[in-house]
């Protein structure tokens, strides 16, 4: 095995690089976040890179399928198809990092009335003294159960381990908080009571800290999820964890050291300290609830894609890794199916449409979408695996929604108007920036209702035999390569939109509903949230209804998550929400094969029974 100095720019992280490592894991080893959706499969195409100098293996296959002959000469390749054969020196470009993302933690807030699992109660205990040798956790049992009618009956061993020392030096006044017949929790009083609400995504997690006894938002943050570098696609991780058991271990690890930097930066922005931590609350896809337990994953992946467990979990955050309040607890919110997790019934219990007349539709759309249709309260669910697409991958010069990707796009007669994140020159096109760029492209009449590309615009091209839309070229970013949508591209985003279309439309036929009866469409999730759904509805993505019956909520997941730690019976009604919901496997839809290949035509039609009518 030889070993060769690399140096990665513009970060400038150089180390030692072994000749049978990929140019992906030596960064990834270097600490070098370099985005990875196939987790090194080279079909995602996100992990590009440049070689500025030194020797390094030939191109492969799917890096002569995604670079032009000239963009291989430039050194333009793939992280993870690449091997170094000498020392070197590599570029990393923006759209090829993992850390700078926009990370959505907002959404509609809702106000409970305060009920949280866990009180603080205010202690002045009697002193201890030969005629009262009572045992210290007996006397704060006693003191607890008599001056508030409690029940307790056990302290944490965590607590029995500090309780002792610390009702001495507090001078035997403390406050005390109780979960269920459990003391959880002594502080000194008066002391904060704080919650921790995690939506744990494939991609991001948000966290909220929260102020139990008022139920109030004092800070909120959003990071990415580390995992990503195994993989953003979560088939990817699920493989890897399969293959290697090992892997699992780190996986959960990682996951763990997010959430607890996370927690301590919302404590650090308020003053607070993370053992003021009692409770917490995570939601995830089931995938992602499964590798933070670290529960087996395998059975996810094939049919009939069983869960480990669906029901809600409690379990002491010590057991889980966190750093919170000696005998916390963190509370898992249950799961619907193998690919419909926490985070959906998390979502359906913050839109509160389960409570909801008429016909609602509720969408979280990501790398997985789930769909609900929500029937007077009667809730039917699908799963649609959307694809990496809308997170920019598989598309050439796809991106996340980071800064520098085009995130909103428009044709116009006299060229192309585009915004990017942070207003920076753009770098690539993230997914919102990609919808837009299909409906206007559609609209030019540039591709057509099968989303074939035309010949009839001066910014098409070819490049390796397949036609191109140059939305920013050579000369408009100083000699880099231009930013397109190939042809490719297209039919990317025709079979992700499909899926999502298709699973609207089986959820409708098998409620005997049509879409012209939809009251309200729900738009959950980051990528929901942004995009502009005009242009989703032009490229036959979401059903053609009037506009202000679209909903875009924002990260309503984390706004569950809050609600079930915030309130005792917010808590109780999200299980009732799993348990109601019906599940149905979409590939085993009558007319699913029919609808999915109706659905992947663009503009602006309906669907029934297989069939497609166009419409104004
Ligand atoms: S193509 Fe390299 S990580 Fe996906």
Not at 108 to 113: A, C, D, F, K, Q
Not at 356 to 377: F, Q, R, Y
């Amino acid at each position: 095995m030889k070993l060769y100095h690399m140096d990665f720019e513009p970060v400038g992280r150089r180390g030692q690089c072994q000749d049978n490592e990929s140019l992906l894991d030596c960064a990834r080893r270097l600490g070098v976040g370099i985005i990875s959706l196939c987790g090194g499969q080279g079909t995602c195409h996100c992990c590009k890179v440049r070689v500025l100098s030194g020797t390094v293996s030939e191109p492969t296959s799917s890096e002569q399928e995604v670079f032009s002959p000239q963009e291989l000469q430039d050194g333009w390749r793939l992280a993870c198809q690449t091997y170094p054969i000498s020392d070197g020196k590599v570029s990393v470009p923006a759209e090829s990092v993992t850390t700078p993302q926009r990370i959505q933690v907002e959404g509609l807030e809702i106000t409970v009335h305060p009920e949280p699992p866990v009180r603080a109660y205010h202690l002045q205990l009697p002193t201890p003294s030969l005629s009262h040798p009572q045992a210290d956790a007996d006397r704060l049992l006693q003191a607890l159960n008599q001056q508030y009618q409690l029940g307790c009956s056990q302290v944490d061993i965590d607590v029995l381990r500090i309780l002792s020392p610390r009702l001495r030096s507090w001078n035997w006044q403390c406050q005390a908080t109780v979960r269920n017949d459990e003391v959880v929790a002594v502080s000194p009083y008066p002391s904060r009571q704080l919650g921790l609400a995690v939506d744990l995504g494939t991609t991001k997690i948000a966290g909220y800290l929260v102020d139990l006894s008022r139920g109030q938002t004092l800070a909120a943050k959003g990071i990415m999820n580390p995992q990503i570098s195994y993989g953003e696609d979560i088939i990817s991780r699920i493989t890897t964890v399969t293959k290697s058991p090992a892997e699992g271990v780190q996986l959960q690890k990682l996951a763990v050291e997010a959430l607890n930097e996370l927690a301590g930066d919302l404590c650090a922005e308020v003053g607070a300290d993370t053992e003021e931590i009692v409770e917490a609350v995570v939601v995830g896809n089931t995938a992602m609830h499964h590798l933070f337990l670290r529960l087996p994953v395998r059975q996810l992946a094939y049919s009939p894609f069983v869960p480990a467990v669906s029901q809600a979990l409690d379990i002491k955050a010590r057991d889980l890794g966190l750093h919170m309040a000696s005998g916390a607890y963190g509370h898992i919110l249950p799961n619907i199916a193998g690919f419909v997790g926490a985070d959906h019934v998390a979502m359906l219990l913050a839109t509160e449409v389960g409570q909801a007349k008429g016909l609602i539709l509720a969408l979280d759309i990501g790398t997985n979408t789930e769909v609900s249709l929500v029937n007077n309260g009667e809730i039917t669910t699908v799963s649609c695996a959307s694809g990496p697409a809308f997170e920019g991958g598989h598309i050439k010069d796809g991106m996340r929604a980071a800064s520098g990707a085009i995130e909103r796009l428009r044709i116009a007669t006299d060229g192309i108007q585009y915004q990017t994140i942070d207003g920076v020159p753009p770098v690539g096109i993230c997914g919102s920036g990609i919808l837009d760029a299909m409906a206007q492209l559609y609209l030019a009449g540039t591709v057509d209702h099968h989303g074939r590309m035309k010949d009839n615009h001066p910014h098409l091209r070819t490049d390796q035999k397949q036609r191109q839309f140059v939305l920013v070229s050579e000369e408009e970013r100083d000699g880099n390569p231009a930013i397109v949508i190939t042809q490719q591209d297209i039919r990317e985003l025709q079979l992700a939109k499909a899926a999502i279309r298709t699973g609207i439309q089986v959820l409708l036929e098998t409620n005997g509903g049509s879409e012209e009866e939809i009251e309200q469409v729900i738009i959950a999730g980051a990528f929901g949230s942004y995009i502009n759904v005009s242009s989703a509805i032009t490229i036959g993505m979401l059903p053609s209804l009037p506009l202000d019956r679209f909903r875009q909520v924002g990260n309503a997941a984390g706004m569950g998550a809050k609600l079930a730690l915030i309130s005792s019976s917010k808590r109780s009604q999200a299980q009732d929400i799993a348990s109601r919901v019906h599940y149905l496997e979409l590939a085993t839809a009558p007319n699913f094969m029919s609808t999915f290949s109706q659905a992947s035509y663009l503009g602006r039609y309906r669907l029934r029974q297989g069939k497609r009518r166009e419409i104004d």
